[in-house]
């Protein structure tokens, strides 16, 4: 069972390029979610999509855009990267947005803008 | 504005000795909270949680308490071992309708040494 997997693990990109993040569940979960973590500032939601077919903003969206192809994949795309957004991001995932339940976490994606 | 937080960066403990983990939160809609252990090149992997109508939730050597009155919870690991040195996170939800519906918001997080 993988569980949360993200691709690629690692990337460096230079100011203005743009690329996108993929994330897969194989949990039948509904809600996915894309977190950066930044030293001393935790995790931050990026974007979130509670099911198919829907998408909202999370705490800092500026710079990213996401799409979710279908239940099981959520991508998040960099269209014009920028050094600030060197940072590690989780893509997450969860049965139902509404639930206690905790999130799954995938592995990471280390991105750095130089 | 930071609705979650760890005001410890960082924790050192003995082996053996209880560890005690601290987080506080500035919004009453909050109705459940968790805690979350990551080790570095890894993501974060679910600890323990608390619903807001308890006080206290024991799993094994993790215990989290809740003050609601205080807006604060911690995480107490007794007896602590040294593979518990991690990063722990406190994360906090609400059920209770708009903006924070389903979403976790995560505390700094806490860097835990523990010394064998």
């Known amino acids: 069972n993988a569980g949360v997997t993200q691709t690629p693990k690692f990337q460096v990109l230079k100011t203005g390029q743009s690329m996108t993040l993929q994330c897969a569940q194989d949990?039948?979960?509904?809600?996915m979610y894309w977190y950066r973590q930044d030293p001393g500032m935790g995790l931050r939601l990026i974007y979130y999509?509670?099911?198919?077919?829907?998408?909202d903003k999370g705490e800092v969206p500026n710079g990213y855009n996401v799409s979710r192809l279908n239940k099981r994949e959520f991508s998040l795309r960099l269209e014009s990267a920028a050094p600030s957004q060197t940072s590690v991001y989780f893509c997450?995932?969860?049965?139902?947005?509404?639930?206690?339940?905790?999130?799954?976490f995938g592995e990471g994606s280390r991105l750095t803008v130089l | 504005d930071q609705q979650v937080k760890q005001n410890s960066p960082s924790l050192s403990v003995q082996e053996g000795r209880i560890s005690i983990l601290n987080c506080d939160y500035t919004?009453?809609?909050?109705?459940?909270f968790l805690w979350y252990k990551k080790y570095p090149a890894e993501g974060p992997t679910f600890l323990i949680s608390?619903?807001?109508?308890?006080d206290k939730n024991e799993d094994g050597r993790f215990t989290v308490f809740l003050n609601k009155s205080a807006k604060h919870l911690s995480l107490h690991i007794v007896p602590s071992q040294p593979g518990d040195s991690a990063v722990y996170f406190c994360?906090?939800?609400?059920?209770?309708?708009?903006?924070?519906?389903?979403?976790?918001?995560f505390g700094q997080g806490t860097i835990l040494t523990v010394h064998p």
């Open positions: 997450a995932s969860r049965s139902e947005p509404g639930s206690t339940g905790e999130l799954f």
């Open positions: 949990m039948n979960h509904n809600s």
């Open positions: 919004n009453s809609m909050f109705d459940y």
């Open positions: 608390i619903s807001s109508i308890k």
């Open positions: 994360a906090a939800g609400s059920n209770a309708g708009g903006t924070s519906y389903g979403k976790l918001t």
């Open positions: 999509s509670a099911s198919e077919g829907t998408t």
